[in-house]
């Protein structure tokens, strides 16, 4: 039978750092060798699991193939009971830590999952009011324990940002380099064949790098492998 994995990181440390992606992909692959599936695709989202499955960019994707999904445990598809019985009533999908579980286990499973995060918050909301109301009180080591978690949840807000910055600057350069290739195609046509000769050519034309600055033969290097063109390709493509 053939499948799709979906894997899912929340943001933050673990999408920056590939934590946990290779080891649900191991869950998936072992799972897929037991019970004889072929992984014919696989996709991934960096997204917190509050998010319903649907309203994943990749998510969505996956279930709309109209192939069987698994993930590698059920909190990867979602935490949400009302989200897991969603996606149960339109999609098929497997969990690879319990292949052989049923709709009905898997909506059992669902339940005691979100009984378990609501148990979790509820731990967690009451032990940093008692760390609040020490710190308050004047103990030193509880001041310094908050004013340390304040500090690592205003880095963390600041990682999606600098992704999307680092995302739209790649897409920046990866445009410019598509608007540069006619000017490329047209100097090596015209007999540039030396890296040096390249940038002499695309800095008469006038075209400028991605920064605004004179093309060098590192540069043309660096373009030419992007889009994949060599001056053996261009030489082939002239005599034919």
């Given at each position: 039978?053939?499948?799709?994995a979906?894997?899912?990181?929340?943001?933050?440390?673990?999408e920056?750092?590939?934590?946990?992606?290779?080891?649900?992909?191991?869950?998936?692959?072992?799972?897929?060798?037991?019970?004889?599936?072929?992984?014919?695709?696989?996709?991934?989202d960096?997204?917190?699991?509050s998010?319903p499955?649907?309203?994943?960019?990749?998510?969505?994707?996956?279930?709309?193939?109209?192939?069987?999904?698994?993930?590698?445990?059920?909190?990867?598809?979602?935490?949400?009971?009302?989200?897991?019985?969603?996606?149960?009533?339109?999609?098929?999908?497997?969990?690879?830590?319990?292949?052989?579980?049923?709709a009905?286990?898997?909506?059992?499973?669902?339940?005691?999952?979100?009984?378990?995060?609501?148990?979790?918050?509820?731990?967690?909301?009451?032990?940093?009011?008692?760390?609040?109301?020490?710190?308050?009180?004047?103990?030193?080591?509880?001041?310094?324990?908050?004013?340390?978690?304040?500090?690592?949840?205003?880095?963390?807000?600041k990682?999606?940002t600098?992704?999307?910055?680092?995302?739209?600057?790649?897409?920046?350069?990866?445009?410019?380099?598509?608007?540069?290739?006619?000017?490329?195609?047209?100097?090596?046509?015209?007999?540039?064949?030396?890296?040096?000769?390249?940038?002499?050519?695309?800095?008469?034309?006038?075209?400028?790098?991605?920064?605004?600055?004179?093309?060098?033969?590192?540069?043309?290097?660096?373009?030419?492998?992007?889009?994949?063109?060599?001056?053996?390709?261009?030489?082939?493509?002239m005599?034919?």
């Amino acid at each position: 039978m053939n499948v799709v994995a979906y894997l899912r990181v929340s943001t933050g440390k673990q999408e920056s750092s590939g934590l946990g992606l290779e080891a649900q992909r191991e869950y998936i692959h072992r799972a897929a060798e037991q019970e004889g599936w072929n992984i014919v695709g696989e996709y991934t989202d960096a997204v917190s699991g509050s998010v319903p499955p649907l309203e994943r960019t990749q998510c969505g994707v996956a279930l709309r193939s109209g192939i069987p999904l698994v993930v590698a445990k059920l909190d990867r598809l979602s935490r949400d009971v009302e989200h897991i019985a969603g996606v149960m009533k339109r999609y098929k999908f497997m969990v690879a830590t319990m292949p052989q579980a049923d709709a009905f286990q898997l909506h059992i499973y669902a339940a005691l999952a979100e009984q378990e995060r609501a148990f979790i918050r509820a731990r967690i909301k009451d032990a940093l009011g008692a760390l609040q109301h020490r710190a308050d009180s004047g103990d030193a080591a509880s001041q310094e324990k908050i004013a340390r978690r304040s500090e690592a949840l205003a880095k963390g807000s600041k990682a999606p940002t600098a992704a999307r910055m680092m995302e739209a600057k790649a897409q920046r350069v990866d445009q410019h380099r598509e608007a540069i290739r006619p000017h490329l195609k047209a100097c090596l046509y015209d007999g540039a064949s030396t890296l040096q000769g390249v940038a002499d050519c695309l800095n008469k034309k006038g075209q400028a790098t991605s920064r605004g600055g004179e093309w060098s033969p590192t540069t043309v290097r660096r373009l030419m492998l992007a889009l994949e063109l060599s001056f053996g390709t261009v030489q082939r493509a002239m005599r034919e």
